[in-house]
């Protein structure tokens, strides 16, 4: 590690280069003088500093961090809930080093609310800090590592030390209080199935007895009330319920149109956290829910089942949106893949598979090498074999994140960098959307034909913004033979404008008052062809909580029914 000189050191420098010019000009030997005399100060500055940067080389400065347990239930850390970092600094070395400022190194969705701490770390000393940071959205996300910033004598001297310290920390997304239970439920179902807390009516002589009602057309025969009949001289009819599970799917769009915006206040983490509170509340009922998420085409699928190891599952997948590697869903060419995990491993790692001096032409070296877009040569090979060595490792040790699911590449060794990307929080980025009309269409209706498959009536719950779905890609044909086995389909479409930033002036709400205008006009042809279906459609804006949601879905289906308001 070299030391540098800090603002107020080249000031020095800058004063004595002009004192000497000064004095060689006019020849006064004063001046000249003075300017050495600085020159001499920051010799001596130098000298004395030196030999705190070898002990930091030589890691005489021990640091470690963890985050202590969470005050929430089960230690789980949520989105927009503060938690603690604790940072610990000893130093081993004879020196006293001064003061030292520390800087945190993070995933984008991370906030320190604690400003970067200044400490004085004496001969010997541990200090430990505790520190406050906060998440914006849910996911799988890093502290990369810390730096720390010492000063010199007087000082003009500084030096800057980076310790990689990867710290993991997984977020979970924001469930919604839910206290009552749902009040729709499929008007069909499968009596054999398993039971549950939903009663379902029956024309049968299964279950119990649910009421004794006036006689009906095409009511069964067999289930006159011979006795009330005949106290009441009318037919009268038993009508009888059981309970069963009933099956819930939810189908999540993770385009995107559905990331825009900033962290924690886009569309898809709105989206996550809808889904995750239907899900628990869906399980806590004792039903079963099945997840699927789609762009372009289905990316998972977790078929529906009870249980909390169930809900475990579809919250892991919940969090891994924010982590895609895949080929297809990110813009990135193989050059700048190698690149972003080359560097990633110089600074984290200090592993370094830059080629420095090009072959010749004529050399066979040429097959190992990958170029990025600035000309840089990266030993493929090396950094394959280094990467594949890491992930057996990973595999093996007790951190293994065996619930990620297969990523999609070209070839192995390209699907073990974009597994080491998502392992280690390499960002990468997800593909534009510039060809936005239908660029959805078979992803949602092969994620509506999968839904549907089922015989028995399920209850299905599917997100989406609605941008780049068109109404003659085969969305609207699932939708119809979704109705047709009654399954039970209700869109929720986030808002965009109500996801933007809020305007603070007349010319921010002119152009807010445009979006809107705009993303009407590009979905309300497909809302109203849904809307013909039969399935509810429903805007959903960032102040809007799962219960309001599910209370206008159940005024919905009491007009629908005919039972009023």
């Known amino acids: 590690m070299r030391p540098s000189l800090t603002t107020g050191g080249k000031s020095v420098l800058a004063t004595a280069g002009l004192f000497i010019l000064g004095g060689v000009i006019v020849r006064s030997w004063p001046l000249v003088s003075l300017g050495g005399v600085a020159l001499v100060m920051l010799l001596a500055a130098m000298i004395l500093f030196y030999p705190r940067t070898i002990l930091l080389g030589r890691r005489k400065l021990e640091v470690a961090w963890w985050i202590p347990p969470s005050e929430m ?26 003061r030292a ?44 590592g810390v730096t720390l910033r010492l000063v010199g004598p007087l000082g003009l ?29 499929p008007r069909t179902g499968t009596p054999h199935e398993r039971s549950g807390r939903h009663p379902l009516k029956l024309r049968g002589l299964g279950g119990d007895l649910r009421e004794i009602r006036d006689h009906q057309h095409g009511d069964p025969f067999k289930n006159i009330a011979w006795k009330a009949t005949a106290r009441m001289r009318k037919l009268m009819v038993k009508e009888y319920e059981s309970e069963i599970m009933v099956t819930h799917y939810v189908v999540l769009d993770i385009s995107w149109s559905m990331r825009s915006g900033d962290f924690g206040s886009s569309k898809l983490d709105y989206g996550v956290d809808l889904a995750a509170s239907f899900a628990r509340w869906a399980i806590e009922s004792g039903d079963r829910v099945g997840l699927v998420t789609f762009d372009s085409r289905v990316y998972s699928k977790i078929r529906p089942s009870d249980g909390r190891p169930h809900l475990a599952k579809i919250i892991d997948r919940l969090m891994e949106l924010r982590n895609i590697v895949d080929e297809d869903l990110t813009n990135l060419t193989q050059g700048e893949l190698v690149r972003a995990v080359a560097e990633f491993m110089l600074y984290q790692d200090g592993v370094n598979v830059r080629i420095r001096t090009a072959p010749t032409p004529q050399s066979d070296l040429w097959d190992r090498i990958v170029t990025d877009h600035l000309g840089n040569l990266y030993d493929f090979k090396a950094l394959a074999h280094w990467v594949d060595q890491y992930l057996d490792k990973h595999q093996q040790g007790r951190r293994a994140t065996r619930w990620w699911r297969p990523v999609v590449a070209q070839t192995q060794e390209l699907r073990n960098l974009r597994r080491f990307c998502q392992i280690r929080g390499i960002d990468l980025p997800y593909r534009s959307g510039d060809d936005v009309h239908g660029s959805k269409d078979a992803g949602l209706t092969d994620a509506i034909s999968q839904v549907s498959a089922s015989r028995g009536s399920q209850f299905i719950l599917l997100i989406s913004d609605l941008e780049g779905i068109t109404t003659g890609g085969g969305v609207m044909k699932g939708l119809a033979m979704a109705v047709r086995k009654h399954h039970h389909p209700v869109l929720i479409v986030p808002h965009t404008p109500r996801f933007g930033p809020k305007p603070v002036s007349e010319e921010s709400r002119a152009v807010a008052d445009i979006l809107r205008a705009d993303e009407d006009r590009r979905t309300s042809r497909l809302r109203r062809e849904v809307a013909k279906l039969g399935v509810p459609v429903l805007h959903a804006a960032p102040e809007d909580a799962l219960m309001l949601l599910l209370r206008r879905l159940a005024r919905i289906r009491r007009l629908r029914s005919g039972r009023g308001a």
């Open 73 to 98: 239930a089960g230690g789980a850390l949520m989105v927009g809930n503060p938690f603690g970092l604790q940072l610990f600094v000893r130093n081993r070395s004879p020196y006293n080093l001064g």
């Open 101 to 144: 400022e520390i800087s945190v190194l993070h995933s984008e969705p991370i906030e320190m609310l604690s400003p970067d701490p200044a400490t004085l770390i004496a001969k010997g000393a541990e200090v430990e800090l505790e520190l406050q940071a906060r998440c914006h959205s849910a996911g799988q996300w890093f502290f990369y």
């Open 157 to 185: 001297y500084q030096v800057i030390a980076y310790y990689p310290l990867p710290l993991t920390t997984r977020i979970f997304p924001r469930f919604a209080p839910i206290r009552a239970s749902v009040p729709h439920r």
